[in-house]
């Protein structure tokens, strides 16, 4: 089994503060925003195991992020973003999954 090394860009990090933030402060809930920020890590480091499960995006949104990029859903409300380079994957963005055209 292939094992990846996961590693965050800039923006992918500001992402995880953003919906972090909003949770903790615009919903006034805290303990969620804890919580979350826990199990979208968690489930970003399966990645690690899991990455080429997920096939490469048809969608120019996604795309942007390279010609191998993929989308996987945390909770159905968020995209995870990235793309796998050798032993790497690489988080490209976290974004609400709506925001992404089809």
């Known amino acids: 089994m292939t094992h990846y090394n996961i590693q965050y860009t800039r923006q992918a990090l500001d992402d995880i503060r953003q919906v ?4 903790r402060d615009t ?3 805290p303990i969620t ?5 826990e199990g979208l890590i968690e489930f970003i480091k399966s990645l690690s ?5 997920f096939p490469v995006s048809l969608q120019t ?4 992020y390279g ?3 993929r989308r996987v859903h945390y909770k159905r409300k968020m995209s995870v973003i990235y ?3 050798r032993d790497k994957v690489i988080i490209h963005r976290i974004i609400p ?3 992404i055209k089809t």
């Open 20 to 23: 972090v933030s909003f949770i």
């Open 27 to 29: 919903c006034s809930a």
């Open 33 to 37: 925003a804890k919580k979350y920020a």
């Open 49 to 53: 195991h899991s990455a080429h499960s």
């Open 61 to 64: 949104d996604v795309l942007q």
């Open 67 to 69: 010609a191998n990029a």
């Open 83 to 85: 793309t796998i380079s």
């Open 97 to 99: 999954s709506s925001i």
